[in-house]
């Protein structure tokens, strides 16, 4: 069911560019089971990356855990105009935590977007913009440019209610959950900070789903766009509505 909700203006502010947290690996164990489209590689996905990227509207940090092999073999290596930061994690939800640590060390404006991505996503072009759209919604904290394809067809979410919200390119839902790319302004992400750690603790997979699910009891919203703007590359999972296979050029 979807509950239409027009937006009203917004006096929600946004601080300076978006900062991009973008995360690799030279291994990643829990991704070799996963079906993804023809001609996939992580390579593929940061070229896309970073050809989307406007960058007098962002700034970009690439976070590498080269626990299972030296950063100078990864493809990221023929990237050195880009800023890395190397650690040692060697799953996926220590990783994570590393990252979390870092971005909160970090002397940020509470109303800086904080976008954190993983390394086998794929974007639309002008997703900045739609970004700032859906974050400057009255009372959005969370906003995803997945546009989930299993809660469309999932038993679990027959039932599954949404607000529709209406910004200037998109439409939007209220979704319960999403993976750990997503974007939030920094001050939200320091007030939620305990709930991100303990759901990345004593587990080499962080529990995302459980995790959104648990912002959301404790008021949080967390939002999608109709058809999504980037894909988790899972073929059978993509965002529909999107030839994305092109977009692996």
Same mark, same amino acid.
Request: charged share 20%; aromatic share 12%.
């Given at each position: 069911?979807?509950?239409?909700?027009?937006?009203?203006?917004?006096?929600?502010?946004?601080?300076?560019?978006?900062?991009?947290?973008?995360?690799?690996?030279?291994?990643?164990?829990?991704?070799?089971?996963?079906?993804?489209?023809?001609?996939?590689?992580?390579?593929?996905?940061?070229?896309?990356?970073?050809?989307?990227?406007?960058?007098?509207?962002?700034?970009?940090?690439?976070?590498?855990?080269?626990?299972?092999?030296?950063?100078?073999?990864?493809?990221?290596?023929?990237?050195?105009?880009?800023?890395?930061?190397?650690?040692?994690?060697?799953?996926?939800?220590?990783?994570?935590?590393?990252?979390?640590?870092?971005?909160?060390?970090?002397?940020?404006?509470?109303?800086?977007?904080?976008?954190?991505?993983?390394?086998?996503?794929?974007?639309?072009?002008?997703?900045?913009?739609?970004?700032?759209?859906?974050?400057?919604?009255?009372?959005?904290?969370?906003?995803?440019?997945?546009?989930?394809?299993?809660?469309?067809?999932?038993?679990?979410?027959?039932?599954?209610?949404?607000?529709? #919200?209406?910004?200037?390119?998109?439409?939007?839902?209220?979704?319960?959950?999403?993976?750990?790319? #997503?974007?939030?302004? #920094?001050?939200?992400?320091?007030?939620?900070?305990?709930?991100?750690?303990?759901?990345?603790?004593?587990?080499?997979?962080?529990?995302?789903?459980?995790?959104?699910?648990?912002?959301?009891?404790?008021?949080?919203?967390?939002?999608?766009?109709?058809?999504?703007?980037?894909?988790?590359?899972?073929?059978? #999972?993509?965002s529909p509505c999107v030839d994305w296979e092109r977009f692996l050029g």
């Amino acid at each position: 069911m979807f509950l239409l909700r027009r937006s009203p203006p917004s006096a929600r502010t946004i601080h300076g560019k978006i900062e991009v947290f973008a995360r690799h690996c030279i291994v990643s164990k829990i991704s070799q089971h996963k079906n993804r489209f023809p001609g996939y590689s992580r390579e593929k996905c940061f070229r896309n990356f970073i050809s989307t990227l406007d960058r007098d509207q962002a700034n970009l940090t690439l976070i590498l855990d080269s626990f299972y092999g030296k950063s100078d073999g990864h493809f990221l290596a023929g990237y050195p105009q880009e800023k890395i930061v190397n650690i040692q994690a060697g799953t996926e939800a220590l990783s994570f935590l590393q990252l979390l640590a870092y971005i909160v060390s970090l002397p940020l404006h509470p109303d800086t977007i904080i976008y954190i991505v993983e390394d086998d996503y794929l974007h639309l072009p002008g997703w900045i913009p739609l970004m700032r759209e859906g974050l400057l919604l009255p009372g959005v904290d969370y906003v995803t440019l997945y546009d989930h394809r299993d809660k469309y067809f999932l038993p679990i979410y027959s039932h599954l209610t949404s607000r529709i #919200f209406i910004t200037p390119n998109s439409h939007w839902r209220t979704i319960p959950s999403t993976t750990n790319t #997503f974007a939030v302004r #920094f001050g939200t992400l320091l007030k939620d900070l305990p709930v991100h750690q303990r759901f990345s603790c004593n587990c080499s997979i962080s529990r995302d789903h459980a995790k959104f699910c648990s912002l959301k009891r404790r008021g949080r919203l967390l939002i999608s766009p109709m058809p999504g703007w980037s894909t988790h590359c899972e073929s059978e #999972f993509a965002s529909p509505c999107v030839d994305w296979e092109r977009f692996l050029g």
